[in-house]
């Protein structure tokens, strides 16, 4: 199996001159770098179909983690947020998938690999999601450098590392490169057409919250992180969160996702298939689950970097 990332061509390597995109609270945050807007215009526009968890499911991610952060943290997160969204992180975690959409010069790329030789069809290493969140993660270790470090766009890596999270723990995101991570698995979901990666991305997601939550996403989210702080899963909290260096705890994530993808995502699953009920209970508390996964990890991560843990990665990280 092949591991596809979508949105993993921002993985790397950013700098160059300042171009003024997303504002933060902080002056010298603002700027975004003229070669990111050049390389973005060529790299994020994907297929319609191929991205991580929906609006919905990035969301949730964002607000389980902001709900998690330590005091240092969740001050440096509004102090890195633009005033517009209120201190509310889960507003922009879908930014980068919003950003395809005003730039379609150049062609779509996909770059793909294995978790462990994680690579651009070139060579260059680190051109997937997981080299991403390292990637941003490194950046954002320098947030208390302050004035005195220019190269990095903190709130840009902020919103990138919120949304790549999300990304690596949507399944179907580490599926067979052959049919684009499920796209290409054209099927019925109860009455109307979809595919089997949209499925896991939104399908589901707005299925458990038409059925059980008033179409409320809010109720759903407050519901998956009942069962993490008190519930069916707060015995696993530790192990969900346990990280030696969080410079390689990403591949961690993404082998967990391709494991899910071939236990529940593919398994039993054919183009032309009808999926209704069967499919929909047995596969909604995976979904859940990976959205709480996602948040709690998010978290973690934005509570080690903002203390100064992250400092350890400089070594390990490909330089920008």
Not at 49 to 58: C, I, L, R
Not at 215 to 241: C, M, P, V, Y
Not at 278 to 304: C, E, H, W
Request: hydrophobic share 40%; with cysteine.
């Amino acid at each position: 199996m092949y591991i596809l990332y979508a949105n993993a061509e921002l993985a790397c390597n950013i700098g160059g001159s300042q171009y003024h995109f997303l504002n933060s609270k902080m002056p010298f945050l603002r700027g975004i770098s003229a070669s990111f807007i050049v390389f973005l215009t060529c790299v994020v526009v994907h297929k319609p179909g191929v991205q991580a968890w929906s609006m919905e499911g990035h969301a949730m991610t964002c607000k389980i983690a902001q709900d998690l952060l330590e005091p240092e943290a969740h001050h440096a997160v509004q102090m890195l947020l633009p005033d517009y969204v209120n201190g509310d992180l889960s507003v922009l975690c879908v930014w980068p998938d919003q950003v395809r959409h005003w730039y379609r010069s150049c062609e779509a790329r996909k770059r793909r690999g294995t978790i462990w030789d994680c690579h651009d069809p070139k060579g260059v290493k680190d051109m997937c999601v997981a080299g991403a969140i390292r990637n941003f993660t490194n950046q954002l270790s320098h947030y208390h450098h302050g004035t005195s470090d220019r190269r990095y766009n903190m709130t840009e890596a902020l919103l990138f590392l919120a949304h790549f999270m999300g990304d690596i723990h949507q399944p179907m995101h580490v599926g067979f490169t052959s049919d684009g991570g499920g796209n290409t698995v054209e099927l019925r979901w109860f009455r109307h057409q979809a595919n089997l990666h949209h499925v896991w991305d939104r399908e589901i997601i707005l299925t458990a919250a038409a059925n059980y939550y008033g179409k409320d996403i809010n109720l759903l989210q407050q519901d998956i992180q009942g069962n993490f702080t008190e519930g069916i899963w707060s015995s696993d909290l530790a192990s969900w969160r346990e990280c030696s260096h969080i410079s390689s705890c990403e591949n961690k994530y993404a082998a967990e996702s391709m494991d899910t993808a071939c236990k529940w995502g593919y398994k039993g699953v054919e183009s032309g298939d009808a999926l209704s009920d069967d499919y929909f209970n047995s596969r909604l508390p995976i979904v859940t689950k990976r959205i709480a996964q996602g948040g709690v990890r998010l978290a973690m991560i934005l509570n080690r970097v903002f203390a100064g843990d992250s400092l350890e990665m400089e070594e390990t990280l490909v330089a920008t």
